[in-house]
């Protein structure tokens, strides 16, 4: 009975550690976005597979696929990502207004 208590304990501990180990996408509004729903995004325009995403417009000569939007008061925060093609280069950004902030991967 003891040891099927320790072995109940030791798969909750390592259940922790398997979601603790995901890392998120952070942006300034708070939205959070898991790494590896991005990097399926990111996957999906770099190797042109059926995607819903939309370009939006460009930043700094890289098209901006629309994520996720959300409107607070009067002002549309845009989730995007960000795709360098040549390089496969990527980031996740917000976009409020005229203002383009990083989102940080935590």
Do not use: W
Request: glycine fraction near 4%; charge should be negative.
């Amino acid at each position: 009975m003891k040891l099927l208590h320790q072995a109940s304990i030791i798969a909750f501990l390592c259940h922790l550690v398997t979601v603790s180990a995901t890392r998120h996408y952070v942006c300034p509004q708070g939205k959070t976005f898991e790494e590896e729903y991005i990097e399926g995004l990111r996957d999906d325009v770099i190797y042109r597979r059926q995607t819903l995403l939309r370009v939006i417009g460009v930043h700094d000569t890289r098209p901006l696929y629309e994520i996720e939007n959300v409107t607070v008061g009067s002002v549309t925060h845009y989730f995007v990502l960000s795709i360098d093609l040549p390089t496969m280069a990527f980031q996740v950004m917000e976009k409020a207004g005229d203002n383009y902030l990083e989102c940080d991967l935590r």
